[in-house]
Nanobody, 118 residues
């Protein structure tokens, strides 16, 4: 199983970006999907998570600005980021809880860098 993230880049403060992450491989079902971010020397922190049924949770710092969504048919999770701030600059990682034949495992995608200039 692989998680492929895309959509990062450089944007000015106040701008928007949309991250995507698609899971591929011998997937039976995907449970929670989420986005985390990590600055150099810091712990990885949760940005947002979406359950299979659609329930969502957000970090307080992004509530009202970021929206997480998923397309179960495409095994894809999205993060729409609006009103970006310089403090949102980080490497963003997608994460998914995936049921593959015989076992349920947690997977990470490669990071995608988001840089917000002031």
């Amino acid at each position: 199983v692989q998680l492929q993230a895309s959509g990062g880049g450089l944007v000015q403060a106040g701008g928007s970006l949309r991250l995507s992450c698609t899971a591929s491989g011998s997937i039976i079902s995907i449970y929670d999907m989420g986005w985390y971010r990590q600055a150099p020397g810091m712990q990885r922190e949760l940005v947002a998570v979406i359950r299979r049924g659609g329930n969502t949770n957000y970090a307080d710092s992004v509530k009202g600005r970021f929206t997480i969504s998923r397309d179960n048919a495409k095994n894809t999770v999205y993060l729409q980021m609006n009103t970006l701030k310089p403090e949102d600059t980080d490497v963003y990682y997608c994460n998914a809880d995936i049921f593959i034949p015989g076992v349920r495992r947690n997977y990470w995608g490669q990071g995608t860098l988001v840089t917000v200039s002031s």
